[in-house]
C-alpha cells in the first residue's frame, strides 16, 4: 500500500471510497510538486476572526440581461441557471440593480446573460452603463461571462472596465453541435479566447468536465488551447445531470477520469491557477472528485466535501482556509488569486480536531431530529394534536 492510500484511508470520510491506485501512484510521484491549497468554504467559522457576514446572493450577486431567457437552450442547462439570477433586461435596469446592491454591501456581481442563436450575449447596449458603474464604483468588480467574442468585442469588454472575463472552452465539434445546439466550430471558441487575452481583463476560462452527456470528449482538446493562451486562472467544473431533459439525458462523469484529466490540467498548466469551481455532483462522486483535485494539485476549492482540508493537510499542503459563503461561485473563485496572503493557515491538528467535532455534532443533531420526529409523531397519534 502507498503511502498516500493509507493517507486516504487515515481521512474518516473517505474511508469508504474506492480509488484508482495506479491514478494515486502517477498523482503522488516524487517530481510532481504540490502548491498550497485555499479552500473557500463557510464551515470553518471558528478560524475566522468575526462570523461570516452575509452569506447570500448580496455578497456577489448574479445578474443576467436577458432573465431566464436563452436562445440555445444547451441540453445541460436549458436556461435553468438563469432563472434564480437577478434580471437587468435594460441598461436603466442594471444601473438601478448595482446602485441596490452596492447599498446592500455587494463587492461585485457576475454580468451574464442568455446567449443568441450563434453563442453571443448582447452586450452591446450596455457598455456605457458598464463604464459608468465603474466610474461611480471603483472598488465594485465585474466579472463577465462573455461568450464568443471577435477583438473587437473583447477590446470594448475592458474599456467599459470590466475586470474579469470568463468563457466556457471547448473543445469537441460533437459536443458544439449536440449539446450547445450551435453551428460554430472549436476554432471559434480559441479565436474568443485569443481575443480575450490579448486585452487587459483578467482571463479565466473554464472548462466543463462531462459536458457531453456526462462523457469526456473534448476536455483535453480544451485543455491544450487554454494552455496556448495563458489566461490568469483556469476554472474546471464538473457537469451535473440536474437540467437535463429525459430525452437526451446526461449521467454523472467517471470520478477516476476527472482525477486523470485534473492531473494532465496541473501537468499542462504548472505555472496558471487551477481552481475547482463549486458545481461538481453530489453524494460520494463528488468526494472522490475533490479528493482527486486535492492529490492532482489544484490551487483552489470552493465548497469542499468534507475530509478534504485534513487529506491536504496530510498531503503536507500548506493549507489557508477563507470563509465565504456561497457567491464565491460566481465571484471570488474567479477572482480569487488576487491576494496570495488571503485566507487563514492552519495546522494538521487543528484541522483533524475541528473536523472531528463538527462531524460529532452533526451525528449528534441527527440522532436528536429523529427522536424529536419519532416523539411529535407518537403525541400526534395520543392528542390528535
Known sequence: M??????????????????????????????????????YTPTFKSYASSEIKDCGRSAWPAVSITGGD??????????????????ARTPEDLWRTVNDIVAQGAGGMLLTGGSNHRNEVEYDAYYP????????????????????????IA??????????????????QDTITQVYHLRRSVDDFERALEALTATSMKVVPHIVVGLHYGQLLGEWNALEMVARHKPAA?????????????SRPFVAPDAHEVGQFFGDARD???????????????????RLIDAYAVMAGVDGMAHPSDGMVELAARLDRRVRVTPACCSIAVGDEVL?????????????????????????AQKRQAVFGRVKVIGGEGRSGCCGA
Open 234 to 246: 483556469l476554472v474546471l467544473v464538473v457537469v451535473m445531470p440536474t437540467y437535463a431533459s429525459e
Open 268 to 286: 499542462i498548466l504548472s505555472d496558471t491557477p487551477l481552481l475547482l469551481g463549486c458545481a461538481r455532483p453530489a453524494g460520494s462522486v463528488k
Open 70 to 87: 436563452c436562445k440555445l437552450n444547451c441540453d445541460h442547462c436549458k436556461a435553468k441557471i438563469l432563472e434564480p439570477m437577478m434580471p
Open 336 to 360: 480569487a488569486m488576487d491576494d496570495a496572503n488571503a485566507g487563514l493557515e492552519i495546522d494538521l491538528a487543528e484541522i483533524v480536531r475541528q473536523e472531528r467535532e463538527r462531524r460529532e
Open 155 to 172: 477590446a470594448r469588454m475592458a474599456d467599459a472596465g470590466i475586470d474579469a472575463a470568463m468563457m466556457d472552452v471547448i473543445g469537441a
Open 2 to 39: 502507498s503511502a498516500w492510500s493509507e493517507i486516504l484511508e487515515a481521512v474518516e470520510p473517505l474511508e469508504d471510497l474506492v480509488f484508482d491506485k495506479g491514478l494515486i501512484e502517477r498523482l503522488s510521484a516524487p517530481d510532481r510538486a504540490l502548491p498550497g491549497i485555499n479552500f
Open 129 to 152: 452603463t458598464i463604464r459608468r458603474i465603474k466610474d461611480e464604483f471603483p472598488q465594485f468588480r465585474i466579472a463577465m461571462h462573455t461568450a464568443l467574442v471577435d477583438a473587437a
